[in-house]
Nanobody
Framework: QVQLDESGGGLVQTGGTLTLSCAAS????????MGWFRQAPGKEREYVAS?????????HYADSVKGRFTISRDNAKNAMYLQMNSLNREDTAIYYC????????????????WGQGTQVAVCS
């Protein structure tokens, strides 16, 4: 069983930067593909980014965050990160990390494992 715990959310001004972390407990962290989703008030949860398992040499981003967000992982620390630059009000949401042995499950939001979320609020 894998447990995921997000942290790093908060309030930031437009144009600012935040880095979210996702700490994982459980075996075989490196064997899991991982990703980030977000859910804004009144909207459906949407895909943000994903990273392949093991060395994480393949990353993928939603068009809305491409060029601003960077996903990475540190298998030695059982952790995944999302660095968010040039934040704008449309980035305000609860951010969730997820994990699954199948990358497609991560990207399509049907992963086996999910965290509880961390709130990001961007103000002007």
């Amino acid at each position: 069983q894998v447990q995921l715990d997000e942290s790093g959310g908060g309030l930031v001004q437009t144009g600012g930067t935040l880095t979210l972390s996702c700490a994982a407990s459980g075996p075989a962290f490196a064997s899991l593909a991982m990703g980030w989703f977000r859910q804004a008030p009144g909207k459906e949860r949407e895909y943000v980014a994903s990273i392949t398992r093991n060395v994480g040499d393949n990353t993928h981003y939603a068009d809305s965050v491409k060029g601003r967000f960077t996903i990475s992982r540190d298998n030695a620390k059982n952790a995944m990160y999302l660095q968010m630059n040039s934040l704008n009000r449309e980035d305000t949401a609860i951010y969730y990390c997820n994990a699954d042995v199948e990358l497609d499950h991560v990207r399509y939001g049907i992963a086996d494992y999910w965290g509880q979320g961390t709130q990001v609020a961007v103000c002007s």
